[in-house]
C-alpha cells in the first residue's frame, strides 16, 4: 500500500482480555517498529525487527506483550491479559533500513487501544 | 544511553508570529541522526527533517528551518509566519548508529496557532 497501515483504529476491550494489533507496513521497506504513546509516557520504543534478524524486544514493557511479523511484511502485536495501564495509542513504523542508517520512519495513524 | 529533551510543553502564538521549539539531546556516541517529526490532530506522526551528526549546516524549507549546533546539543526548529495549519504536537528525536536502531523522542511540543 500507499503508507502504513494499522487495524483496528480503535479498540476497547475488558481487563483481563487479550488483544491483537495489527501493522501492514509500507512494502519494500525492510525495517518494522512498534511504539506506544500514552500520557504519561510519551512516545516509547516497544520493539523492532529488521528483515531476517531476530527482533529488538528490549522495550517490551512485560512478559504480556509479544510480537510477530510474518513472511517479513505483516506484524501483529498482542498483549495478554490487558491491564488498564496498557490503555495507550499503539504505532507502528516503516523504514528502509534502521534509521541508524539515515532512513526515516514512516507511521501509521495508529489503534488506540483502551482497556476498561 | 540517550535522552531528548523539549522543555517547551505548549506554546501558543498568533497567525503569522514566528516560533522556535527547542530539542536538546544526550548522547556518547559521535554517530547519530536527529529527526523532527510533526502530529497533527489526525494522530499520524509526520516527517519532517533528519540530520546526521556531521552535517552542522542549517537548513530551510519553505517557512520551517533548523539549527543544528553540536557545541550546544540542540536541535531547534523555527516556524516563520506561523499559520493556524501549524497546529499539532512536535516531536524532536534521536537515533544512535550504533545498538538499539530505535527513535528516542522527546516528549513533544504541542503548538496553537490562533487566528
Redesign the interface.
Known amino acids: 500500500g500507499a503508507g502504513v497501515s494499522q487495524s483496528p483504529s480503535n479498540k476497547v476491550t475488558e481487563k483481563g482480555k487479550d488483544v491483537e494489533l495489527r501493522c501492514d507496513p509500507i512494502s519494500g521497506l525492510t525495517?518494522l517498529?512498534w511504539?506506544r504513546q500514552s500520557l504519561g509516557q510519551?512516545?516509547e520504543?516497544l520493539i523492532?525487527f529488521?528483515g531476517n534478524s531476530a527482533p529488538?524486544k528490549?522495550?517490551l514493557p512485560s512478559d504480556r506483550f509479544s510480537a510477530e511479523r510474518t513472511g517479513g511484511s505483516v506484524s501483529t502485536l498482542t498483549i495478554q491479559r490487558t491491564q488498564q495501564e496498557d490503555s495507550a495509542?499503539y504505532?507502528c513504523?516503516s523504514s528502509l533500513t534502521?534509521?541508524?542508517?539515515?532512513a526515516?520512519?514512516?507511521?501509521?495513524?495508529?489503534t488506540r487501544l483502551t482497556v476498561v | 544511553a540517550q535522552k531528548v529533551t523539549q522543555a517547551q510543553t505548549e506554546i501558543s502564538v498568533v497567525e503569522k508570529e514566528d516560533v522556535t521549539l527547542d530539542c536538546v539531546y544526550e548522547t556518547r556516541d559521535t554517530t547519530y541522526y536527529l529527526f523532527w517529526y510533526k502530529q497533527p490532530p489526525s494522530g499520524e506522526l509526520v516527517f519532517l527533517i533528519r540530520r546526521n551528526s556531521f552535517d552542522e549546516q542549517n537548513e530551510i524549507s519553505g517557512r520551517y528551518s533548523w539549527n543544528f549546533q553540536k557545541s550546544t546539543s540542540s536541535f531547534n526548529f523555527t516556524i516563520t509566519a506561523s499559520q493556524v495549519v501549524d497546529s499539532a504536537v512536535y516531536f524532536c528525536a534521536l537515533v544512535m548508529d550504533t545498538g538499539r536502531r530505535a527513535l528516542t523522542f522527546g516528549s513533544g511540543t504541542r503548538l496553537q496557532v490562533q487566528p
Not at chain 1, 98 to 102: K, L, S
Not at chain 1, 104 to 110: H, L, M, N, R, V
Open positions: 525495517a517498529y511504539y510519551g512516545l520504543f523492532y529488521q529488538d528490549s522495550g495509542v504505532l513504523a534502521g534509521p541508524g542508517q539515515g526515516e520512519a514512516f507511521f501509521g495513524q495508529g
